[in-house]
């Protein structure tokens, strides 16, 4: 099964490549932890107002540091970690379900030589990226 995985993965990459779309997911933590750090430092230097005003100018900041990092979606996928990455062959496999290859390259070969498989496998990647991962999509910047 791995096998199948990989070639979906690799046929996932090439597509996101071959489109050049990147993706920014949202990075919580660094925001929340930002913000309740500047609330607790400004709670302790001024007390109830200070808790208010440092919350909300860390909130501020952990927003604009965490805005905007786009990254090439090939990266992000590979970076996945191995239940997600079953996830995405599951959702991308439905649309395969018809198609029978012996490995990546003919795989990749059989989707990118057929424009309405392209978009359904294209539509699958997207729709997980935006589910699962919470991610912003940008394309050809």
Same mark, same amino acid.
Request: glycine share 14%; proline share 5%.
């Given at each position: 099964m791995a096998p199948r995985i990989d070639d979906v993965m690799r046929l996932c990459? *090439?597509? %996101?490549?071959h489109e050049q779309i990147k993706v920014a997911v949202k990075n919580c933590t660094t925001g929340a932890l930002l913000a309740g750090g500047?609330? =607790? @430092?400004?709670?302790? !230097? &001024?007390? +109830? +107002?200070? $808790? /208010? @005003?440092?919350? &909300?100018?860390?909130? !501020?900041?952990?927003?604009w540091l965490?805005?905007?990092? =786009?990254? +090439? !979606? +090939?990266?992000?996928?590979? *970076?996945l970690p191995p /239940?997600?990455? *079953?996830? !995405?062959?599951?959702? @991308? &496999? /439905? @649309?395969? %379900?018809?198609?029978?290859?012996?490995? /990546? &390259?003919q795989l990749i070969a059989l989707v990118m030589g057929?424009?309405?498989l392209q978009q359904q496998v294209t539509a699958? $990647?997207?729709n997980y990226v935006t589910k699962e991962l919470k991610a912003e999509v940008c394309y050809k910047d």
């Open positions: 990459c *090439e597509l %996101s490549a500047s609330a =607790f @430092v400004g709670g302790m !230097l &001024a007390g +109830p +107002p200070g $808790l /208010a @005003v440092g919350g &909300a100018m860390g909130g !501020l900041l952990g927003t965490t805005s905007g990092q =786009f990254r +090439p !979606l +090939p990266q992000i996928l590979m *970076e /239940a997600q990455k *079953e996830r !995405l062959y599951q959702d @991308v &496999a /439905a @649309v395969l %379900s018809n198609l029978d290859w012996t490995d /990546a &390259a057929n424009a309405s699958a $990647l997207l």
